[in-house]
């Protein structure tokens, strides 16, 4: 992820996409820990995950919140949609993105609709085909997103005009 971006954590909102209670069997019982997913983003081009695990459910939270803190990247969003397609995987988890006109809303499930609310998304049609692991599709949903390029970086990085961009 080349875009990475530091960005004031006050302002980002945070979602737990998914909550996974892990038992582990001891000769003293059994113990429970937590794991939980979590997306934070400022509703304006900027998102990040984490993962945190621990024994009590808020503190596993905390941890994945903070944890998303930590490496969050800038998307680029072009009139509340995303600039072209992309088709991203992790695991066995495979996404497809696409732009869409305006009014059209967030078309994508659940792990996926987190991830595209936390970074500002209104418009997107989106598809998860294989896994629905939320881990691996929370994952390849922010790879989908780290791969997408605007036309003015696509014209700063080819060393040609805008409208060149468009012509071909």
């Known amino acids: 992820m080349a875009n990475r971006v ?6 980002l909102t ?16 059994r113990t429970f820990t937590f794991a939980a997913i979590v997306v934070v983003g400022d509703g304006n081009g900027v998102v ?13 939270i905390a941890k994945g919140v903070e944890s998303a803190k930590k490496n969050l990247i800038r998307v680029p ?3 509340g949609t995303i600039p072209h397609e992309q088709i991203a995987k992790y695991g066995g988890a495979r996404v497809l993105i696409r732009p869409a006109a305006p009014g059209t809303g967030v078309v994508a499930g659940g ?10 998304v209104k418009d997107v049609l989106a598809k998860s ?9 929370v994952k390849a949903t922010v790879a989908a997103l780290a791969e997408l ?5 696509i014209a700063a990085t080819r060393n040609i ?6 012509k071909g």
Do not use: C, Q, W
């Not at 990040?48 to 596993?60: H, I, M, N, R, T």
């Not at 085909?129 to 599709?137: C, D, R, Y």
């Not at 005009?161 to 468009?166: A, D, I, P």
């Open 161 to 166: 005009s805008l409208e060149k961009v468009f």
């Open 14 to 29: 945070e979602k737990l996409v998914a909550l996974n209670r892990v038992t582990k069997v001891t000769k003293g019982g």
């Open 77 to 79: 969003v072009l009139k």
């Open 6 to 11: 530091n960005i004031n954590t006050e302002e």
């Open 48 to 60: 990040g995950y984490g993962l945190g695990k621990a024994g009590e459910v808020s503190a596993a």
């Open 149 to 153: 390029r605007d036309a003015n970086t």
């Open 111 to 120: 792990a996926m609709r987190a991830v595209f609310e936390s970074v500002g």
């Open 129 to 137: 085909k294989g896994s629905s692991n939320p881990h691996n599709l």
